[in-house]
């Protein structure tokens, strides 16, 4: 159960990236509103990994 978890996690993470890059691009084609949206998610994915992992207790160093 605990490796479910643990990939669980990193998916979040990767789905933050994925929202984060995407806004990016976005951003560059002028797409504010929708670059905005994808930011929002980004944020949202970034709460949520942080807090699974805070209740898993998978941290380290770097997410201190």
Known sequence: ???????LAN???????FFG???????QKKYFIK???FNLFS????YLDGSLSRCI???????K
Not at 21 to 27: A, E, G, N, Y
Not at 43 to 46: C, G, H, L, R
């Open 1 to 7: 159960m605990k490796k479910i978890i643990n990939w």
């Open 11 to 17: 998916i979040i993470t990767l789905l933050n990236l």
């Open 21 to 27: 890059c995407i806004s990016i691009i976005l951003l």
């Open 35 to 37: 670059s905005f949206i």
């Open 43 to 46: 944020i949202f994915f970034d």
């Open 57 to 63: 207790k998978n941290e380290n160093k770097f997410g």
